[in-house]
């Protein structure tokens, strides 16, 4: 059996969706040992074994005890650790990328000010800070990148042409989205409820807001939260009548509540990577409640469309798409979309890069 060492940001964390999934089946595979920098701010229990280190000493003594076959490192500022283990043990690596990795790297609306403060800070702050810091140094990206261990990195598609500016392209592979489709599928009756997702506080001169989109749907609706220190819901201004927020539910019990809703509306900001492909809308899809998003790009678009879902341009519209719900034949495209994306097919995507369970 192999023995994997993955580096996680802050494991187990109920926000990181895609790690988590990994994780949870790599298991059933390999003997995994997760390590993380950080503990996390939102945690939840998890069997598997983890531990964190507060320096490249500790990082390594847990490492060369577990001994490790391969290591995957999970989100780009994690990087430098994943190299140190794999030069010092003489053994592959990986990393894979996620959204936050791309505004790292390209920083876009910050001004002009504070992208020479990151630059200045990247020459003289060691990797340690830096990533406490979720930063990055491109000249230390560049040994990782130039290492012999180095095998490749994963990124959602709509970024492999920006990240091929630091990573050779034939190093770069898709990352892709992946849920236990078994755990999800049901093609029993829905209920007629409506599920929301998204950031949905909005923060103007100290005070929180529930998003404005929220106003446009007359139906009831539902939001699951995720737990966010500091945050209280009785202080939000703006809320909806028909808006009720529910207690954090483990990703493994949404299952049964997914069949209580038609819809899953998607909330974005109209920056085109606001949203990355989200895990919620395969599991929502493989459910049997239909997706409605904002359109945000092709991939992500065609994301939601190719599951039977509805995109839209403004809020006012989410409500004329809720009428027309539900709507058997696309409910089947979602089955057959969300099939695709079962995690089972994590053992070829690790083949890519040479990594064989």
């Not at 945050?231 to 207690?247: R, T």
């Not at 809703?261 to 395969?282: E, H, N, W």
């Not at 879902?309 to 719900?325: K, R």
């Amino acid at each position: 059996m192999k023995r994997i060492l993955i580096i996680g940001r802050a494991f187990p964390h109920v926000a990181h969706g895609y790690i988590n999934n990994d994780i949870e089946y790599l298991t059933q595979q390999a003997d995994v040992l997760v390590l993380s920098p950080n503990q996390p701010m939102a945690p939840w229990y998890s069997p598997v074994r983890c531990n964190y280190f507060r320096n490249k000493d500790q990082l390594l003594a847990q490492a060369r005890q577990f001994k490790p076959d391969f290591i995957i490192s999970w989100l780009l500022p994690n990087h430098h650790w994943a190299r140190d283990v794999a030069d010092a043990l003489k053994i592959p690596f990986i990393l894979k990328l996620h959204t936050p990795d791309y505004y790292r790297l390209y920083p876009g609306n910050r001004s002009i000010k504070k992208r020479i403060k990151e630059m200045l800070a990247s020459c003289i702050l060691s990797d340690r800070k830096l990533s406490d810091g979720y930063r990055i140094s491109k000249r230390s990206l560049r040994r990782t990148i130039s290492s012999k261990y180095f095998k490749g990195a994963f990124c959602i598609p709509a970024f492999k042409t920006s990240f091929s500016k630091y990573i050779p392209a034939n190093k770069l592979f898709d990352l892709t989205p992946r849920i236990f489709f078994d755990r999800f599928h049901d093609e029993h009756d829905n209920g007629r409820m409506i599920l929301v997702l998204g950031s949905l506080i909005k923060r103007r001169e100290g005070v929180s807001f529930i998003d404005d989109a929220l106003k446009e749907i007359s139906e009831p609706i539902d939001w699951y939260t995720i737990p966010t220190p500091g945050l209280i819901l009785d202080d939000i201004q703006g809320v909806p009548e028909n808006f009720s927020a529910k207690k954090y539910v483990p990703n493994k019990d949404m299952a049964t509540l997914y069949k209580q809703y038609k819809a899953l509306i998607v909330i974005a900001d109209k920056t085109q990577f606001s949203r990355g492909l989200p895990l919620s809308v395969l599991e929502a899809q493989a459910s049997g409640v239909c997706v409605i998003a904002p359109s945000l790009r092709p991939d992500f678009d065609e994301f939601v469309i190719n599951g039977g879902g509805y995109l839209y341009n403004d809020a006012s519209e989410i409500q004329a798409i809720l009428n027309l719900l539900p709507n058997d034949e696309r409910r089947n495209m979602g089955f057959k979309h969300a099939k695709k994306f079962d995690i089972k097919g994590l053992v070829e995507e690790l083949s890519f890069a040479g990594l064989n369970l």
